[in-house]
């Protein structure tokens, strides 16, 4: 079964320091997101890309943040400077269909833990 | 802004039994609300969606009732087991009409199903 993979599973770094965590979506799935979880709280949404674009993005997103589809497979989100805020399980999904219409696939996660 | 609230962190229940999980919201009705399952450390996986012209849905041992007058969303299991123990997330379109897919999602009910 097509599954979504994120690398890598664990990351632990320095504040301040550049991250970007990896996703592979579904290969026939148009729509990509990110979304995190602190730990023991709520799924958030992050950002939505479509077409090569982001569609949407929430107030979490901010200028530290960016998205990137570098080739036709994968789906990175880049963390410019991080803080210890930012130490989350990040997940990736993708869907076929726009809106709440369809099913979003998530990815088994990648823990981001900052020091 | 729109609000998920989902009744209880935690629902201990007998194998056997039903379990009924609810997911209330505020302001406006999503035209899609779905469910989501969640174990400890890993991505939230699918379970059912329901479209607002939708009363109910079912899918083996699921079912799913939405009220836009209550403005509220019924999850049930039937027949209960220890293995459907895990957290269960409701969520919905972050804008009227769908977006691009952006869900919020409630914090979750934790089941235990007790043998």
């Known amino acids: 079964e097509p599954e979504v993979t994120q690398t890598p599973s664990h990351q632990v770094t320095q504040m301040g320091q550049e991250v970007i965590l990896r996703c592979v979506p579904i290969?026939?799935?148009?729509?990509f997101y990110w979304y995190r979880q602190i730990l023991g709280q709520k799924v958030e949404f992050l950002v939505s890309?479509?077409?090569?674009?982001?569609?949407?993005k929430s107030e979490i997103f901010d200028d530290q943040f960016s998205v990137e589809r570098p080739d036709g497979s994968n789906f990175t989100l880049k963390i410019r400077s991080t803080k210890l805020e930012d130490s989350a399980m990040y997940f990736c999904?993708?869907?076929?269909?726009?809106?709440?219409?369809?099913?979003?696939?998530f990815g088994e996660g990648s823990r981001l833990t900052v020091l | 802004s729109q609000k998920i609230e989902q009744n209880s962190e935690a629902l201990n229940i007998q194998e056997g039994k039903t379990a009924t999980l609810t997911c209330n919201y505020t302001?406006?009705?999503?035209?899609?609300l779905q469910w989501y399952r969640q174990d400890p450390g890993r991505g939230p996986v699918f379970l059912l969606l329901?479209?607002?012209?939708?009363k109910e849905k079912r899918k083996e041992r699921l079912k799913v009732t939405f009220d836009t007058t209550l403005k509220q969303s019924l999850f049930h299991i039937t027949a209960s087991q220890p293995a459907d123990s895990a957290t269960y997330l409701c969520?919905?379109?972050?804008?009227?009409?769908?977006?691009?897919?952006?869900?919020?999602f409630g914090k979750g009910t934790k089941l235990s199903v007790k043998p």
């Open positions: 999904a993708s869907s076929a269909r726009a809106g709440g219409t369809g099913e979003l696939f």
């Open positions: 290969s026939n799935h148009l729509y």
């Open positions: 890309f479509y077409n090569n674009e982001i569609s949407e």
């Open positions: 302001n406006y009705s999503p035209a899609y």
């Open positions: 329901i479209r607002e012209n939708e």
């Open positions: 969520a919905l379109d972050l804008f009227y009409g769908g977006s691009q897919g952006n869900l919020i």
